[in-house]
Structure formats: structure tokens, C-alpha cells
């Protein structure tokens, strides 16, 4: 089914979901809490308030290093390989490639909003991994309305999301190398120290 033929209520679900593919969602309030972070005068904290706002700081690095890398790469990646969006499947075909075009019809493979959910998802399930099927239905529906918006093809968003998510994993790696928010487990994978807190603890 082409992009046009789905009915207006998906069209428009498809239309407002998709927003939340941008990578600024993300992006601003990790830069301004980073901001926020280095006017505060940390010496006049608490130990609770200190391990609180040291938390949210590591957890800011963490989402600009994975969403913006990933986003970095990807438009690299979109310009380099130039394939052409459905929207033009008329007239240039499935797998018609125009490398280095700079055009925007044709930066459609991999998908930049599915790289953005794929970095989302891969904090969360380094963050919350009991909880990982419900971050992954959640990331996953919102890449997949950049097929129904008529963005994409389907391996644009599965190739987005995946990358998207590799950079999430190799920061985790690097995060806990440095012994940032995650430790390093005997299966390689990093694992979520038990003093990263976001909501502070009851007294």
C-alpha cells in the first residue's frame, strides 16, 4: 500500500507519532540540562542532591553522544548512499542510488528518524533492561511511521533503527570503560550501576 492510500485516521497518527523521531526531542534537553548542570554550584549540595544531579548529568552525555553520533552518521550515511524515497518510486525506482546528490529526495536510505528511536530504545534497554519489550514496541512503532508518512521504505527504518541502536550500545560501552552510570559485566555488556539514581530515594 503507497503512501496516499492509508486511511486519514492512520494518516494522521502516522503524521503526529512521527514528530517524536526528531532527534531535538532529545538533543535540547540534554544540552540544557548540561548548561542547567554547569551553572549550578555543586559544592553547595547535599550528598543526595549531588549523586541526584550527577545522575541526570551522565544520563545527558549519554543521550547527546548516542543521538547525535548516530544522527551525525546517518546523514553522512543518507547523502553518501543517496537512495531515492518512495515518494519517488515513479519515477526513480526501488533501488535507484544517486551518491553525493545532496538532495533530499534522495536521502532516504537509512532512515534518520528510525536512528533516532533505534539510540532511544538502545538507552532504555541499557537502563531498563526488564522492561526492554515495552521500549522496543514504543521506539519501534514511532520509526515505523516514517513508512506510513511515505518517508521511507520498510529496510530504511530497519536499518536506522539497528544503527541507532549500535551506537547506543557501544556509548553504554564507553560509559562503563570510563565507569560512567554502567559497570562492565562478565558478558561484556555494560550494566547499570545501583548509585545511578534519577528520582532521588525516601528519607
Known amino acids: 500500500m503507497a503512501h496516499g492510500q492509508w486511511s ?9 507519532f512521527t514528530q517524536f523521531g526528531l532527534g531535538g526531542w532529545y538533543l535540547i534537553p540534554s544540552a540544557l540540562l548540561l548548561v542547567a548542570a554547569n551553572l549550578t554550584d555543586w559544592r553547595s549540595l547535599s550528598r543526595r542532591a549531588l549523586m541526584l544531579v550527577y545522575s541526570w548529568t551522565c544520563l545527558a552525555f549519554l543521550v547527546l553522544s548516542s543521538v547525535g553520533l548516530s ?45 533516532t528511536m533505534g539510540a532511544v530504545f538502545g538507552i532504555l534497554l541499557l537502563l531498563f533492561p526488564r522492561r526492554w519489550y515495552i521500549a522496543l514496541v514504543v521506539t519501534a512503532c514511532i520509526a515505523s511511521t516514517r513508512v ?19 551506537f547506543a550500545l557501544a556509548c553504554g560501552l564507553v560509559f562503563a570503560r570510563l565507569g560512567f552510570i554502567f559497570r562492565p559485566a562478565p558478558s561484556g555488556l555494560p550494566v547499570r550501576k545501583t548509585s545511578f539514581r534519577l528520582i532521588a530515594p525516601e528519607k
Not at 529496510?155 to 541507532?164: K, M, N, Y
Open 8 to 16: 486519514p485516521d492512520v494518516a494522521r497518527l502516522a503524521e503526529f
Open 71 to 115: 544522527g551525525l552518521t546517518v546523514n553522512v550515511l543518507k547523502y553518501a548512499i543517496g537512495r531515492a524515497r518512495p515518494l519517488y518510486f515513479q519515477d526513480f525506482g526501488v533501488l535507484a542510488l544517486h551518491p553525493f546528490a545532496f538532495d533530499a529526495r534522495f536521502a532516504g536510505f537509512p532512515s534518520g528518524h528510525a536512528t
Open 148 to 166: 506510513f508518512v511515505g518517508a521511507h521504505y520498510p529496510s530504511d527504518t530497519v536499518a536506522g533503527f539497528g544503527l541507532g541502536c549500535a
